[in-house]
């Protein structure tokens, strides 16, 4: 469970954003508010505005955002009954509130507008809100049994600049599908839904794989590059219970085609975790040797 919090000044902007239809907006609670449609919800807060309207800054939009593990778990109600807490744990209390549910992305996320000026007209303080919610959010996540980020997956990737920020695409959907997947074919399905390349490295001219490549964007990471756990001995061994495996090219034609010289296409297959976070540096193994980076002269 991650919060963002912003402080704003209209609550008809962040009504508006909340509401958006593109986004499959749903009310899940509310306190204080009328909830009839979008003028009357905004109205309700302005009205309680008016009670201080020296603040400039009396909107409190608050997501929290709920990991794709969790899914199955996190009903509106469920989703509701963990905001509330939130707020009570952030001191927003005796004050409007309404509570939205978007289900424009693959992960779990509701929105929060609040009125910090409170029933009795008071200011809700936001003194070290940050450090709150990032504490508030850490216990709530072990007392719901919520799934708890670590390590790269921790990382906000929407401030990530390229290449890196491919790399976690590429981390992100190998996650995703290698729990899914019980051979590289199924992992190679999986990855090619979200325009991922896999491609293998074999040694020399013989048919014994060497390491495994993903692409996407115009940019190529080595298994190991992406994750440790993401090299081709890691994920083979996941599948077969072996550190390395030779293939026939006449038993797997079907599967991996592969021209001279270069290595083989096996489809968009998964997405690997970024090394930037002290793994970027670490040595790749037999899968990043110089002859390959000369092949791909965009890899990183």
Known sequence: MIAKIVLGS?????VDYMLDKEKSAEIVDSNGVRTRDKDSIIDSFLTQQEMNPKIKCPVYHISLDFSSQDKDKLSNERMA????????????????YVIIRHYDKEHPHIHLCINRINNEGKLISDKND?????????????????????????????RL??????????????????????????????????????????????NEIQGVVFSKNGFSFSGSKVD?????????????????????AERDSNFVERST?????????????????GAMGASAGSSDNEDWKRKRNRSY
């Open 81 to 96: 009954e963990i905001a509330r807490e939130y707020m009570k744990k952030m001191n927003i209390t005796n004050t409007q």
């Open 10 to 14: 209209s609550f008809s902007r962040v």
């Open 161 to 206: 600049k390229e290449p890196d920020r491919t790399k976690y695409q590429i981390y992100d959907a190998l996650k995703q599908a290698m729990p899914k997947s019980s051979n590289w074919s199924d992992l190679q399905s999986e990855l090619t839904r979200k325009d991922i390349e896999l491609s293998f490295k074999y040694k020399g001219k013989t």
């Open 130 to 158: 940050r450090y709150r919610s990032e504490k508030t959010c850490k216990e709530l996540t072990l007392k719901n049994d919520l799934y708890y980020a670590k390590g790269k997956e921790r990382v906000k990737t929407h």
């Open 228 to 248: 440790r756990s993401f090299s081709y001995s890691k994920i083979n061994q996941v599948f077969t219970g072996e550190e390395k495996i030779s293939y026939s």
């Open 261 to 277: 010289g270069k290595t083989s296409p096996l489809q968009t297959i998964i997405e690997a975790p970024l090394g930037i976070l």
